[in-house]
Structures are given as structure tokens and as C-alpha cells.
């Protein structure tokens, strides 16, 4: 395996370390870590490590052939042993948590922020193949002194997620994190809580007769009170000690600019303090925006992150609404300055279209889906405000314009996102019909229509159409096409409202289309439109479920099988309909461990 060979591990080369590292080695246990860029620290090797899968894709992009892949020296390396490459080296980062835009220190066993970062991810090199920058990352390599108290370790179940949710994300064209492969222990188990087979999640509705003495809003509150009460796992489980590797251009977080900016701005802050947080902006410049004004003064390149970072981020969280993605823990940490989709772990992939959908029980309404571009726009501010330390008060006041305009692009990447599902070509009016259309459609999506399947379904409306050759009058060109979306029979009303709104969509695709062209022949290329950006399969969480189950089995044919699927999710795969192109199982909405979790 030649991966040593084009070893360059940047982020130790230009950064500083932690200047306590070497009195507190090996750098294990819970502890302060006031000052430096990362940590010198060795992963736990697995026990008995065996190799479960790999992407063969992400491989060659390292290049790494078959044979490399089931070499010992990548099942040492990529198990924690990082001395089985001599050439590779390992290390965490401290970083900053923000929620919502808030400073916060409470979680932090120090109650000062000097104990947050990588508390079971650590990195064990970069690497330059063919001119691109690699990172390799260990998630669950065991502990570091950002573990907090915690046993550093990954588990099979979040891993098997995690490894198809990554490499899923890449085939639906949304920038993400990626996966390498996934490693397994023969021997290491770790206890968990998660949620037993035997309870029963399944929560009473609005119009439940025992609520029928109550006003609507009360009934809500009761419900959310009782949906509260009864989504906490409640059994321990023991599980299979596991390893992701995922890869990344780099995984510089806002958490990362953030910390260090907190540090530069403190009264009295050392010069050793905004020496560092200068290098970790010009890092993620050398990192993720070589692009932006090379040459110029650290502060205006720093101005220009502004722009880079608010268009990035932008398309990561309109690609989420477009896939039906919720990533359900959105702090600044989790959210890399590069627009990178990542920490796959109280994720989900919406079924029935919910605008407060999210899996985590803690999402709250400021994660829960339709509010992720809200989310993704105070990450910017935060890390835009964490570029002050660098800014005289003239650039101050640039940035903040900066910031008060990158909110119309945020705008503008949802309103983008409406059109591609819609099927419209790329114009700045198409984009704003497709708005309307869009809060037309959502109140008949809400009702109980599957997100995937609906929209996918739109565009066998749009060739029926076509085909009859007819206006949108006939009942059965509305709606026979999306009868698989539906998890109850429309009403005469809702039915009606389809109606409506479909002979509106087809109008405004008509006033859209190329003059010369015939409206049949708008409507079939509006259709191949939206089955490029509107995916067949998507890693639903009861297929997750399927697969981690089986693998703890060791079967691990259904993993293999969906990894293969989620390659080319735009595809047809006649052959797996019925199994996977469907609504989720009606025990699936409501049961803990696939509905939502802890």
C-alpha cells in the first residue's frame, strides 16, 4: 500500500500543537487543553479488527487499489494501528460549540470551552494524490482529552449509518464528508442505551375521543408533553466496537475559527492568542479557498471568506431540503467552514413530508428540517463573527453589510432549490414561480404525502401529460401517478387541490419554455429535469435499521447491496422497487430507534 508515500500531514506542519501535550502523554484521559491547534494522540487500535466494507470510489481517489484495501497494513492502519504507515501520523482538535449563534461553555466539564473538541475522532494524516488534499479521520478511535468521560468509541450501529449515509450523500450530488470504509471488532463491545422491540411508541391523535373535552391547543401541548415523555431509549444494549474512516478536504469546523477567536478577543488577550487564530483562518484558506484573493493581506482575504463561506454553506442546506435530508444537530461545530456535510449521527432522511422533521429528539424546532437554512445562516454569522479579531473597525463595517446580504443568498439557494425539483430551467424568474409553487405545494405535501416518492412521482405527472397531449382537466393525469406517495386516500377536496395546482405548474412550465419548442416537448424535459434532482432512493432509516441489524448477525449482504444501490440513486433499479422504492412501513413512523431517536 503506497498511501505512505504521498503522506503530507498539513494541519501539524503549519499549526501549533498543544504545548502541555508532552507532559500529559499519552494524551488519553479528560483534560484542559488551553492553547494550540490540535493534540498529538494515538488511536486505540481495535481488538481482532475485521474489515466489513469500503467504498471502492473513495478508494481510488487515494489511490488505493482492490488489493491495497484488503492488505493488513490498511485493516492495521485504518483500525486504529497508525504505526503500522510509519509515514502517517495522528492528532485531535479542540473547538468552540455554539448553538443557534450562543456561546456555550455548560456541557464543557471545565465550564470554560477548554474541553470541547474531538472526543472520539481523530485524524490520522493527510495525503496529496494526483494534486488533491486528503484527510483521514478516525471516528470511534478510542479516547482523547476531549472525551468527557465518555469512551471515545464508535459503535457498529452508528458506523454502518454513517458509512451509507456519507457515501449516499455524494451520490445525490450534495458536498459531504466521506467514507472510506468501516472496520469491525471481534471482541470489543460497548453498552448503549437504545430502544427495546417489546415497547410501543404509537401516541394517541388530535382527535383521540379522550381528548375531545380539550381545545385544540391544549391537545397539542398534551401530545407534545406525552411524545416527550416517551421517546427516551430504554434498555442497554451491547454492541460491536467499530471504526469509520471518513475523509474530508479538512475538517475545519467553525467550531475551530470560533475557539480561537474567542481567545484572541479575551481582555487581555496574548499575542500568542491572536498569532493563532490568524493561522487557523490562513489554514482553512490554504485548505478550502486557495481561490480567495491569494497574495492580498490576511484581512481582506478575510473579507472574501465572508462571501465563499455564505455560498457554500447555502448550497449545503438547500441540497439537504432538495434530498429530503435532515442533519439534526446543526450546532457550529458541526458545521464545517467549508460547506461540507457532516458528524452523520442523529441524522435523518425524511418519509412523510413534516416541515419539524427530525430524528434527534433534541432537534428542537430550530433544526428540524424546514428551518436548516435559518440554521446554516446564524453558523455563518458565527463564523464571519469570528473573523473580528482580524478586522479594523473600516472592515468591520464591511463585513457586516457582507453578512447582512449573504442572507439573500441563502435565500436565493432555496428558492434555486424549487426550481430544479420543479423541473424549471435555470432563470432568475423561474426560480421565483417556483417559490410560489412551492407554498402551494407544501400545504398539499403536509397532508401525508411521502417526500422521496411524491416529488419523484411529479415528474410521471408531467409525462402523462405530455403524452395525452391534453391540458391537466383529466382527474386520472393528476393523481394516478402519485397514488404510491400517499399514505391515506386523498379526500375530494385534497384531490381537487392537486388538480389546481398541477394545471398551474404546467402553465407556468409552458410560459417557460423555449418559444420553438411544442409544450409536449417542455414537459418531457422538464420531467428528465426533475429525475435528476429529485432521487429514487434514499437511505431511509428503517433500510439503515435493516442493515445494521444484519450485519451484527454477520450478514452483510444488505449492506453491500444498499451501499451499491445508494451509488446511483437517480437510476431507475427496476430490481429493487418493491423492496426499497415504497412508503415506509406504517410501524416505522413511530417506533424508537427508526421514527426518532436519543
Known sequence: MELGGHADHSWVRMLDADPESEDHRPNKKMRQVRSGHYVPVKPTPLPSPKLVIYSKRMAASLGLTDEDCHSGAFLSLFSGDVDAVPEMTSWATPYALAIMGSPMVQQCPFKNGNGYGDGRAISVGEVVVAGQRWELQLKGG??????????????????????????????????????????????????????????????????????????????????????????????????????????????????????????????????????????????????????????????????????????????????????????????????????????????????????????????????????????????????????????????????????????????????DTWRRKLGFAPSDSASALASKLWSRLESLLVVGVDWTIGWRQLAAVLEAAAHAGVGMDAPSLCLEPLEPAFYKKPSLSTFEAWRMFVTEWKRGLEAHADPAEDVATELKRAAVRMRQENPKYVPREWMLVMCYDTAAKGDLGPLHSLHSLFETPYDEHPEMEAQFYRRAPEETLRKGGTAFMS
Open 142 to 415: 478510542g479516547t482523547t482529552p476531549f472525551c468527557r468521560g465518555a469512551d471515545g468509541r464508535a459503535v457498529l450501529r452508528s458506523s454502518v449509518r454513517e458509512f451509507l449515509a456519507s457515501e449516499a450523500m455524494d451520490a445525490l450530488g450534495v458536498s459531504t464528508t466521506r467514507a472510506l470504509c468501516l472496520i469491525v471488532s471481534g471482541s470489543e463491545t460497548a453498552q448503549r442505551p437504545w430502544y427495546s422491540d417489546e415497547r410501543d411508541d404509537e401516541l394517541p391523535t388530535e382527535d383521540d375521543p379522550r381528548l375531545a373535552h380539550y381545545p385544540p391547543h391544549v391537545r397539542k401541548a398534551l401530545l407534545a408533553q406525552l411524545a416527550s415523555q416517551t421517546r427516551d431509549p430504554d434498555v442497554m444494549v451491547t454492541e460491536k466496537v467499530a471504526i469509520t474512516t471518513r475523509v474530508a478536504t479538512s475538517f475545519t469546523r467553525i467550531g475551530h475559527i470560533d475557539l480561537f477567536a474567542r481567545r484572541a478577543a479575551r481582555p487581555g488577550a496574548t499575542e500568542l492568542a491572536r498569532t493563532q487564530h490568524a493561522a487557523i483562518v490562513e489554514h482553512l484558506l490554504f485548505r478550502e479557498y486557495p481561490d480567495v484573493l491569494p497574495g492580498a493581506p490576511l484581512g481582506e482575504r478575510a473579507l472574501g471568506l465572508i462571501d465563499a463561506v455564505a455560498n457554500r454553506i447555502a448550497a449545503m442546506v438547500a441540497g439537504w431540503l432538495r434530498i429530503g435530508f435532515c442533519q439534526g444537530n446543526f450546532n457550529a461545530d458541526n458545521c464545517l467552514a467549508g460547506g461540507r456535510t457532516m458528524d452523520y449521527g442523529p441524522f435523518g432522511w425524511m418519509d412523510k413530508y413534516d416541515p419539524k422533521f427530525a430524528k434527534w429528539t433534541g432537534s428542537g424546532d430550530h433544526f428540524a428540517f424546514m428551518n436548516q437554512p435559518q440554521a446554516g445562516y446564524v453558523n455563518f454569522q458565527t463564523f464571519a463573527t469570528a473573523l473580528d479579531p482580524l478586522f479594523d473597525a473600516e472592515s468591520k463595517g464591511r463585513a457586516a453589510v457582507k453578512v447582512k446580504q449573504a442572507k439573500g443568498q441563502f435565500d436565493a439557494a432555496v428558492a
